[in-house]
């Protein structure tokens, strides 16, 4: 084990709140290595940012923040090597379009696992392990359900 995994640890920490969280994307290249690997396929959401340099990545996180206005939690489950392995909670509300869907102002919350191998005190490769299908299928039942009681409300019924 080459890298120090309390510095990584407290690099992942600075990176959720101040990146993820606040949106202080110009501090990404402090937290991704200049040749950082993804391995997840973030199809299913539609993006009309893509690519998976740095620019791409800075895009894609500016657009996830601009249409869920998302909020992440992320707990280390275990190391394995330089590899350590995360528990993740994003919590968001849907104010843009995405996913193929109008937006709807309704908040929502999904958990998903991924890995992240670090290099140099930086992340270097990683995979968020969701299945983009199903996690989109969740975010839009607790949409829908919500939206369901909206109308009930508004007709007076009982959802």
């Known amino acids: 084990m080459g890298e120090d995994r309390s510095v990584c640890e ?4 600075v990176y959720v709140e101040e990146v993820l969280n606040k949106g202080n994307i110009d501090r990404l290249g402090e ?15 539609k993006l009309d940012a893509t ?9 894609g996180i500016t657009e996830l923040r601009e249409k869920l206005q998302p909020v992440y939690t992320a707990t280390v489950v275990r190391w394995e090597d330089d590899t350590v392995h995360l528990a993740w909670t994003m919590a968001g509300v849907h104010v843009g379009p995405m996913m193929g ?8 919350k999904v958990s998903y696992t991924s890995w992240c191998r670090f290099q140099d005190g930086k992340a270097i490769e990683a995979k968020g392990e969701w299945d983009p299908e199903q996690t989109l299928a969740e975010i839009r039942r607790q949409i829908d359900a919500q939206l369901a009681e909206d109308a009930a409300a508004a007709t007076g019924a009982v959802a």
């Open 31 to 45: 937290f991704i290595h200049p040749d950082f690997i993804t391995h997840t396929d973030e199809s299913a959401l």
């Open 101 to 108: 869907f109008a937006p709807t102002g309704k908040r929502f």
């Open 51 to 59: 690519g998976d340099d740095l620019e791409g990545i800075r895009a």
């Open 10 to 13: 407290k690099v992942l920490a």
